[in-house]
């Protein structure tokens, strides 16, 4: 028997969004004979693009019933049967919180859709519910609505089964060292991960969070952690792992960027070098009374600042100085290196034009200026970099504004259809420091065609 699951939420992170409406079809491999269809109040608004996508607003789901008063019906629904969804992993986790908010915990095994179509159909160009419906001949209507969506997934299911028998759930990984683990760790924990891309978190008996690690298949990364480590470290922390949660990102680029901005926030004891990566110092630019621009190392002293890019150490900002002095042949006194009422050393030993003094005018040193500015970090560009979603039906984005990176989401291309500034409703703001300049500069400079869209005067004209 089968719980065939489509939810709607407040957003896509289980940890803060809530459930808005939620479908359960119970399937005998042959009919539906059982169902619970409902809205559900999640108790806090409903952001605006979320209404646009799925036509659920605020007033539709006031009166409707709160996840505590459909939660004892849910498990009663699904009670004995296998948790079948399109991208199962994201309904599922979703489930699992709202239970964990009500101290239950909701354990079921899980048969992912998307997976199970690759393996028995493969060579779809998309894998996503409506693409696969529209090429299979399955009728699918109200889609983004939960109702729509999870009939749909019981027509494909269906279909599927005639295909072949591979439709049992992977089985658990029998390799892990459960020697020295500890005694409240439950290492089927790791059973319900998924094979995708996210980040994923660790953590001790208390709740408090040890470790965040990012990877590409988090069951195969998460499984090395407790496969027999060797060094004292990782014994350590293996034996202080008591839960573990993930989150998916679809783009590595946007797990690379948040595990970061988590590391940062959390500070968890054995991520040692993330803990260490926290900015400190920027490099910072001016133009001074007579037209030249200038660069200058300085303390962060606040969310006001904006740097160029910015480092953990001084040392560092200033090597980074020094080497586009270098370079470009900068004026050392107007890259803030040098301390003097004349002109700079290199003056005096004809590396530097006399830009300190007057003599080289500002338009011609300036040239050489804004290729050094356009070296630190990403410059002073504006573009959208696009990249994979969560699922097939969504794509992650990340925003640069004249080289400051405001944040990262994810959002549904056609719900957007040529409207970019849409997508400023799904971003979340993230750290705008040099390592993530790095990891942005080197996803752009390998961003297929088409993933790079320049921001021109604001959002118009896309």
Do not use: W
């Not at 998307?114 to 060579?123: D, E, Q, T, Y």
Request: with cysteine; aromatic share 10%; glycine share 8%.
């Amino acid at each position: 028997m089968y719980a065939i699951v489509d939810i709607e939420t407040t957003g896509g992170n289980p940890e803060r969004d809530k459930i808005t409406e939620i479908a359960v079809y119970v399937f005998d491999g042959t009919r539906i004979v059982d169902e619970l269809v409902t809205l559900v109040n999640p108790e806090r608004p409903i952001p605006s693009y979320i209404t646009r996508l799925t036509g659920i607003s605020d007033d539709m789901v006031a009166g409707a019933p709160c996840f505590y008063e459909i939660a004892k019906t849910l498990v009663e629904k699904t009670d004995g049967m296998i948790f079948v969804a399109h991208n199962a992993p994201f309904d599922y986790r979703f489930i699992q919180s709202e239970f964990k908010q009500l101290g239950y915990t909701f354990d079921r095994k899980t048969l992912c859709t998307v997976k199970l179509s690759r393996r028995l159909i493969p060579g779809k160009a998309s894998y996503s519910l409506g693409n696969l419906c529209a090429e299979l001949g399955i009728s699918l209507t109200d889609r983004h609505r939960a109702s729509g969506d999870a009939f749909a997934t019981v027509k494909l299911f269906q279909l599927l089964l005639s295909v072949g028998n591979q439709i049992s759930p992977s089985i658990f990984d029998d390799d892990i060292d459960t020697k020295g683990l500890h005694p409240n760790f439950n290492p089927k924990q790791i059973y319900d991960l998924p094979e995708e891309t996210g980040i994923y978190y660790m953590y001790d008996e208390r709740g408090v969070i040890i470790y965040i690690g990012k990877s590409i298949n988090i069951r195969k990364r998460v499984l090395q952690h407790f496969a027999g480590a060797k060094k004292r470290k990782a014994d350590e922390m293996r034996s202080r792992v008591v839960d573990i949660s993930y989150e998916l990102t679809g783009s590595e680029l946007i797990a690379l960027v948040k595990e970061l901005a988590e590391i940062g926030e959390h500070k968890p004891v054995f991520n040692r070098v993330g803990r260490r990566n926290m900015s400190r110092y920027g490099i910072f630019t001016s133009t001074d009374k007579r037209g030249y621009i200038c660069f200058n190392v300085d303390k962060l002293n606040g969310d006001d600042d904006t740097p160029l890019t910015s480092f953990t150490a001084k040392a560092d900002a200033v090597a980074v100085v020094e080497q586009a002095l270098e370079e470009f042949g900068l004026c050392q006194k107007l890259c803030g290196l040098y301390q003097s009422q004349g002109g700079c050393f290199h003056y005096e030993i004809r590396q530097c034009k006399g830009a300190c003094l007057g003599i080289e005018p500002p338009e011609s040193y300036n040239i050489r200026a804004q290729r050094a500015l356009d070296s630190f970090g990403l410059g002073a560009d504006s573009f959208l970099l696009l990249d994979k979603g969560r699922s097939a039906e969504e794509r992650s984005v990340l925003k640069v504004l004249h080289g400051k990176v405001i944040g990262y989401g994810f959002f549904d291309p056609t719900y957007v259809s040529g409207d970019m500034s849409l997508i400023d409703d799904c971003l979340t703001t993230c750290p705008d420091n040099r390592a993530v300049h790095q990891l942005v500069k080197s996803f752009k400079r390998k961003a297929p065609r088409g993933s790079v869209v320049p921001i021109n005067g604001g959002f118009q004209g896309y």
